[in-house]
């Protein structure tokens, strides 16, 4: 069984701060690694996404991966009112590349 | 990022009824379309896989015959749901991978929400 685990939270920072969210995961063959916000009622949208060990910047968000502890984390800088919304971890792997996502992360950014 | 459009956004049905959902990827051709499910609170479901021209695999304990898809082009899929009942009532969201992704970049639909009566 493949798993995505993620803390439900809910996660409460307050503007300008920083919001660290956090996903483990269980098959260590997973190739990628995605993070998606979801606002309520809606589809996930895309922020960011790794496949190798490190950081990777983009804009307020920095996503970490660490391969050996199979780990993934997402960073957020600057947390504003409009980044509250649902996050979720995803992971892909086997030959089908099939996404499994995690339980997601509530956050609440408190202006 | 690729635009991947479903419709209709929100059906209201009776129970019984069947209720067909597509799924079109706008800008590029999806080798690989994704349907999920969603229940109030829970993350996204995979419910199955298709592949343009093949038949749809199914995630354990989802009904193939209640769920039927199509992937007949590589821009459409469709996914119909069969003598619907109040059970099925969920948030169904597609999504469309295409052949030159990389990193295995999967673009959502903004989802259909269904309410079986």
């Known amino acids: 069984q493949k798993e995505v685990e993620q803390n439900s939270g809910p996660l409460s920072v307050p503007e300008g701060a920083i919001a660290s969210l956090n996903c483990t995961y269980s098959d260590r063959g997973s190739q990628s690694f995605f993070w998606y916000r979801q606002y309520s009622g809606k589809s996930p949208e895309l922020i960011m996404f790794?496949?190798?060990?490190g950081d990777k910047e983009d804009g307020r968000f920095t996503a970490q991966l660490n391969k050996a502890s199979q780990y993934v984390s997402l960073l957020i800088r600057d947390s504003q009112p409009s980044d509250s919304a649902t996050y979720l971890c995803a992971v892909t792997s086997g030959s089908a590349r099939q996404l499994t996502f995690g339980s997601g992360t509530q956050l609440t950014v408190l202006p | 990022g690729a635009v991947v459009s479903q419709h209709p956004s929100r059906v209201i049905c009776k129970s019984g009824t069947s209720v067909k959902i597509e799924c079109r990827s706008l800008d590029f051709q999806a080798t690989t379309m994704f349907w999920y499910r969603q229940f109030p609170k829970q993350s996204l479901m995979l419910m199955a896989t298709s592949n343009e021209g093949s038949k749809a695999t199914y995630e354990q304990g989802v009904e193939k015959d209640k769920f039927l898809i199509n992937h007949a082009s590589l821009t459409l899929s469709t996914l119909t749901v069969t003598s619907a009942h109040p059970e099925d009532s969920s948030f169904y969201i597609c999504?469309?991978?295409?052949?030159?992704?990389?990193?295995?970049?999967?673009?959502f639909g903004p989802g259909t929400r269904l309410t079986v009566l």
């Open positions: 790794i496949y190798s060990n």
């Open positions: 999504s469309a991978r295409g052949a030159s992704g990389t990193y295995n970049e999967q673009f």
